[in-house]
Antibody, heavy 121, light 107 residues
């Protein structure tokens, strides 16, 4: 069974850093791209970023709102994707979800349960 | 960036109603359009991809269609489990972008 478990969220002060993890199981992690999305309280969905599988160079794409502050990486040996968040702002407060890249024309297929990041002084 | 304009923002309907939600892209996205359902406190669930392909396990009362840059999600006969918020998303190019969402409420 495919599972994605998001972790690492919490309360952090503006300007500080936090690293989220997405631990995958039930599939060959290295065969898939991964994405991160977020949802601010009471708001809609926002795409955060994307990392290709290693066969495509593990290259990344980011939303303009996080580019230069957030970094997505992956450790295929541990089946974990990371979202390193630096210089956090209050507007980064959201539930963060990792997702598995879909095949056969799907953007994503499986989602993690989400982890809440609260940026507040 | 490609803007996705979704309407309506809220929809009140009864069980058994036919429901239509529309999403318009600001430029061509071919058929790279997905629809998601989200319930409070839960992760979104993929319903439709490539504009009209039904995700495995999703009831056949859900369908998607396209006409140019206008995309439609139809629920043929609304069921109690369908009261939720629905989002469209384009994945033709980065940055991926979402519509504002449509909350389907009980009338």
């Amino acid at each position: 069974e495919v599972q994605l478990v998001d972790s690492g969220g919490g309360l952090v002060k503006p300007g500080r850093s936090l690293r989220l993890s997405c631990t995958a199981s039930g599939f060959t992690f290295g065969d898939y791209s991964m994405s991160w999305f977020r949802q601010a309280p009471g708001k809609g969905l926002e795409w955060v970023g994307f990392i290709r599988k290693k066969a495509y160079g593990a290259t990344t794409e980011y939303a303009a709102s996080v580019k230069g502050r957030f970094t997505i990486s992956r450790d295929d040996s541990k089946s974990i994707a990371y979202l390193q968040m630096n210089s956090l702002k209050t507007e980064d407060t959201a539930v963060y979800y990792c997702t598995r890249g879909g095949l056969s024309g799907k953007p994503v297929d499986y989602w993690g349960q989400g982890t809440l990041v609260t940026v507040s002084s | 960036d490609i803007q996705m304009t979704q309407s309506p923002s809220t929809l009140s309907a009864s069980v058994g109603d036919r429901v239509t939600i529309t999403c318009r892209a600001s430029q061509s996205i071919s058929s790279w359009l997905a629809w998601y359902q989200q319930k409070p406190g839960k992760a979104p669930k993929l319903l439709i991809y490539k504009a009209s392909s039904l995700e495995s396990g999703v009831p056949s009362r859900f369908s998607g269609s396209e006409s140019g840059t206008e995309f439609t999600l139809t629920i043929s006969s609304l069921q109690p489990d369908d009261f939720a918020t629905y989002y469209c998303q384009q994945y033709n190019s980065f940055p991926w972008t979402f519509g504002q969402g449509t909350k389907v409420e009980i009338k």
